[in-house]
């Protein structure tokens, strides 16, 4: 668009890093809180895919009628 190029302060490395560093502590908790009500279900992600398709239609099923 041959504009001005800028870095918004948001976006410096700094910034950057304490953002993910609280993100990965929140969802620490989440998922140990969903874990705690028996509402977290674990899949196999590093398995071939129509497998982990399977697996997660397979737990779905258990709460959500699939037809």
């Known amino acids: 668009c041959s504009g001005d ?9 700094d910034v950057v890093r304490h953002r993910l560093q ?3 502590t929140e969802l620490t908790k ?10 977290l279900i674990d899949i196999n ?3 071939d ?5 399977g697996d997660t239609l ?3 099923s258990e709460y959500v009628p699939i037809g």
Request: glycine share 10%.
């Open 5 to 13: 190029l800028y870095q918004r302060p948001d976006d410096k490395p």
């Open 58 to 60: 397979a737990m779905m």
């Open 30 to 39: 989440l998922l140990g809180y969903y874990f705690e009500q028996g509402k």
């Open 22 to 24: 609280m993100q990965n």
């Open 45 to 47: 992600g590093e398995q």
């Open 49 to 53: 895919i129509d497998d982990v398709t």
